[in-house]
């Protein structure tokens, strides 16, 4: 018998870990996919491909040609269509899905979250919380700020982003993890009064939040959009290892 194929939907911290221990774990044929939107991107260990599928019966397709017995989706929460594309495939092809989902964050003594929806959303009531933003949502969506002419951006993303972005901006090319005295100097250096985010959950940019706490800044917090119905759900990777053993264990006969 083949030995099991494990296709990770990859791009986060969750995702190289879990390569790395399935591969390292022997006796599962480990393939990681990148989406291929960063052009030097954190490769996983085991086999990678870079690239979309097109679309779900892309996905099922190439679920088939390679054999694919679970798939684990460990994709960056707010990346939505790969996410909706994933439980589709999975029934297409009836192989076994897993989600791995970080858990978001929540707000502690002191912070001043404002919960938005959409980018949107935060757009709009930016102009009521402050003048000087410091946006980390990403080079993606920063078409929903363009027309915030009154106020001055500091946007931080790994790759530059596409037009149209906000016209009084800074741009930040960096990578996390952030550390907290870091992210203290950046809302201290460029006198920031409102930060934007996702609720990416997790420790790696979480340090912001801790520093626009200290300094008593409101928080805008997009939303993490909802895991899709039906499909087993794991908070980290010990979880998804766990539902995988259960897996296979359903598949001996």
């Not at 757009?123 to 000087?132: D, N, Q, V």
């Not at 800074?170 to 934007?196: A, C, N, Q, S």
């Amino acid at each position: 018998m083949p030995a099991p194929h494990v296709l990770v939907l990859a791009g986060t911290a969750e995702a190289r870990e879990l390569a790395a221990r399935l591969v390292d774990g022997g006796g599962v044929r480990v393939t990681a996919s990148l989406a291929g939107r960063v052009a030097v991107p954190r490769t996983p260990a085991g086999e990678v491909r870079i690239g979309g599928f097109g679309g779900a019966e892309g996905l099922a397709r190439w679920i088939r040609e390679h054999r694919v017995t679970v798939v684990v989706d460990a994709t960056h929460p707010f990346a939505e269509r790969i996410s909706e594309n994933a439980p589709e495939a999975a029934r297409a092809t009836g192989v076994e899905l897993i989600a791995l989902r970080r858990p978001g964050w929540t707000p502690g003594p002191g912070d001043r979250w404002h919960s938005v929806g959409t980018l949107k959303e935060a757009a709009t009531l930016l102009p009521t919380l402050g003048t000087r933003v410091f946006l980390t949502t990403g080079r993606l969506g920063l078409a929903a700020f363009a027309e915030n002419d009154d106020l001055w951006f500091l946007v931080r993303s790994v790759e530059p982003p596409e037009p149209p972005t906000p016209r009084n901006c800074e741009l930040i090319l960096d990578r996390g993890p952030f550390t907290l005295d870091g992210e203290r100097e950046v809302l201290r250096t460029h006198r920031i009064d409102v930060v934007v985010t996702k609720d990416s959950g997790g420790p790696a940019t979480a340090a912001k939040l801790t520093a626009a706490r200290e300094l008593g800044l409101p928080v805008v917090v997009v939303r993490r959009p909802e895991p899709p119905a039906g499909v087993r759900t794991a908070a980290d990777v010990d979880g998804v290892l766990a539902l995988l053993s259960r897996a296979a264990a359903d598949r001996c006969p």
